[in-house]
């Protein structure tokens, strides 16, 4: 057994009051600990919260399609926990008191934890480079993201410019959707590395042959310098003229776990043992984009593929714990990059675990309904994990490693 587990006897309930798990977030991997949570401990005594400032359900795997201007589905928190017996705390969480386990909430209100779920995601990080945060948009926020597709229309009216900052896959989707919705905007794509330089050199070059296609500006090996109200500085010194800019590049963490002396890393993240709880706060578990989750091939790096198997994970393993029994650590294997390239092409790069390209590739549109499969599956899979333990992970990263046993 890996040394950072405890002994079974540690964490088993107390059997004549309720065990208070507090999770905060409700994001991909916030939704689905708690309503797996709620199944698994159906027949326990513990009482779960789940807390969140807003009362929807954000699909940031869609985020890129709200700020092109399309409407999404209306999902509400309080009709999936329906009928689950987890409770709904509708506020942010502004604070964490691990000495007294509490957590402090933004409506005044203050929370008991016996265990808490550390699920508060990731955000663009805005603060590296000087006026990102005055004059560039970000698809951190919904109601933002419908306010930059008002913009855009306006903006292709008038025939103008539209820079997308960030070369991963959410800049590059972002780029390719706007592209395609008002082909009238000369559409910039600024990145540090070649988009899609993850992928094997056949899925690369349809994405090329997408930016070819929709008419995209590709500048890489450059670094932004500054962002000004109508342009874009690099750091050669060259001003590149952006009536809007969209910023994808780098992420942050909500700064409540290091501010509350939980060891995290530089980012925000908690850090986390082979089981996924902090190495500091074992009554704290963290998942998704939230936690610096450690595998033989190296750190997972934030997406709904590696997120949900933690979630998934962590609320089986706090499950198992309540009723005294042993866990196993942590194992996890990547399996594709989906990327859409708008709404009528895709390509799909099939990796293997440590997320390094495979040959397979799926492109056209094969491709677009495999993506639209990944980004729809969430939602469902909520829903029945209500009632019963539903598969998220296709892959747990080959054979265990001595280490991991």
Not at 351 to 372: F, M, Q, S
Request: hydrophobic letters at 40%; charged letters at 20%; a positive charge.
């Amino acid at each position: 057994m890996d040394d950072s587990e405890s002994h079974p006897s540690e964490d088993i309930m107390n059997a004549t009051a309720n065990h208070e798990i507090v999770v905060l977030g409700a994001g991909y991997t916030g939704l689905l600990a708690t309503v797996r949570l709620a199944h698994r401990t159906r027949r326990a005594k513990v009482r779960i919260t789940l807390v969140n400032p807003s009362g929807r359900f954000v699909e940031r795997l869609r985020m890129h399609q709200v700020a092109a201007g399309q409407q999404l589905a209306d999902r509400r928190i309080t009709e999936l926990l329906d009928g689950t017996g987890a409770h709904f705390h509708r506020a942010a969480a502004t604070g964490i008191d691990p000495a007294a386990r509490q957590v402090t909430l933004s409506d005044g209100a203050t929370l008991h934890y016996d265990t808490l779920v550390y699920a508060l995601g990731s955000a663009t990080d805005t603060t590296q480079v000087p006026g990102v945060a005055d004059h560039a948009w970000t698809l951190n926020d919904p109601v933002r993201a419908h306010h930059f597709a008002d913009r855009l229309t306006a903006l292709a009216q008038a025939r103008g410019s539209v820079t997308v900052v960030g070369g991963g896959l959410t800049g590059v989707e972002a780029a390719t959707e706007i592209a395609e919705s008002h082909p009238e905007l000369t559409v910039t794509l600024i990145a540090a590395a070649e988009p899609g330089s993850m992928m094997g050199p056949r899925a690369r070059a349809h994405l090329d042959r997408a930016f070819e296609r929709l008419g995209i500006i590709r500048r890489t090996g450059v670094q932004v310098d500054k962002v000004l109200p109508e342009a874009i500085r690099l750091s050669t010194g060259e001003m590149i003229g952006s009536d809007l800019t969209l910023w994808t590049a780098g992420v942050r963490v909500p700064g409540l776990a290091t501010e509350a002396g939980i060891a995290t890393e530089a980012t925000g993240s908690v850090i986390t043992d082979a089981t996924l709880r902090s190495v500091s706060h074992p009554e704290v578990y963290a998942v998704g984009d939230a936690a610096s989750v450690r595998q033989p091939f190296g750190r997972l790096h934030g997406t709904c593929q590696s997120g949900m198997p933690t979630a998934a994970y962590v609320a089986d393993t706090i499950a198992r714990r309540l009723r005294g029994r042993e866990v196993r650590p942590f194992r996890f294997g990547y399996v594709h990059q989906p990327v859409s390239l708008g709404r009528r092409d895709a390509v799909i790069q099939f990796t293997n675990a440590d997320d390094t390209p495979k040959r397979w590739y799926l492109t056209g549109r094969i491709a677009v309904r495999y993506k639209e499969s990944v980004s729809a599956s969430p939602w469902p899979v909520f829903g029945m994990s209500r009632r019963m333990t539903v598969p998220v992970q296709f892959s747990r990263g080959g054979r265990r490693t001595r280490e991991q046993v």
